[in-house]
């Protein structure tokens, strides 16, 4: 299916009948849409999962519909709490993955403009509950690829700005590389109702408003995250793919990134980094074959670390032991050990049992300029 996850197709959808299938999360990873990467962080998997399973018996429970069945163990479908063990297999229904054809102007959406239900709709929804320092957002914004209007704001905003209403923005999702879209386009190429927009953003903001009451109980900051939508047979919204995990959403503990962030901000200091954004300036689709280099592996320190916090944010936001390791904020400070003793040569422990994140004054933002990483975020 994809880069993290395998799909098991237990029954095929057809054109007016939802299947049958199962995700297997596994412990692979992926940043900047180039796929599989060189490691695997231990137990990912199964912690995505879990979250991803929590959230949507969540979202159930408020009455949103969603494509999830259950979580399989020893061969039989249960809910969260029936199971006895971590699993990393989810069944859920299947519709149809209707993808766009690449033509010579681009691509070709006419596909959905024949289909009434039963299909995946072809964009991510992504809130923005406050703005990251470097956000791509304010670069669209002073380039006009993304208007204020488009976004509800008044003005322009600034780094670090909360919003008081969250920013809601689509970007595509079956194209060689993501790029945002205005929702007039997302509108056009979806062959969506001016209804279906806004109920939409309605789902997203209900959506955000349970992830951030869940983590926010655990110390967490929801910075922002996406989620993804299907149509049924009847043509109802549906919540779809995964949900609430630290690969969908962005999430901070003091200040330190609680999310593949981490990954994000380790590669971007690579070689092969600069290659893929050089790349990507000339070509826009088939970027990725012209690209040399490939990525390096993870130093093994920062790879075991963030399996950790991978398994311990499980725990935390589903509220069960399911994984035998520290608490979340042990991880965290221990994350933050990693990163001073770089930078200090110091290996004391830098994380007070008041959580108040970084010392010395020292922002996240100016601890990843001094280890020479780039603390900014897309």
Sequence with gaps: MGSVKDLIIIDQSKERQEG??????????SVFDWGEMPDLIKKKGDALCLISAHFFEKCEELGIRTHYSGVIEDGKLKCLDELKAASNLMEVKL??????????????YSVYKKEKGNFLIPIEVIWRNLLGEGSSLIKRLKEGSTNLKDLELSQMPEDGEVFSTPVIEASTKLESSDRYISWEEAKEICSLLEEEIKEIKRLVMKVNELITKEVESIGLVNCDGKIEFAFTKERHLLLVDAVGTLDECRFTYSGLPVSKELLRIFYRKTDWFAEVEEVKKREKIFWKESVKSTP?????????LISALYQASCNEITK???????????VICEIEGVLYSRNTRFTKKICDKRGQGFKGGQSFKD??????LDPSTT
């Design 296 to 304: 390096p592996p993870l130093p093994k320190n920062l790879l075991s």
């Design 20 to 29: 049958r299938a199962r995700f297997c999360f596994s412990d692979r990873y």
């Design 95 to 108: 519709v149809q993955v209707l993808k766009p054809e690449l033509g010579p102007k681009g691509y070709d």
């Design 320 to 330: 069960r032991r399911w994984f035998d390791v520290p608490s979340l904020k042990d």
């Design 367 to 372: 601890l990843m300029i001094s280890l020479s």
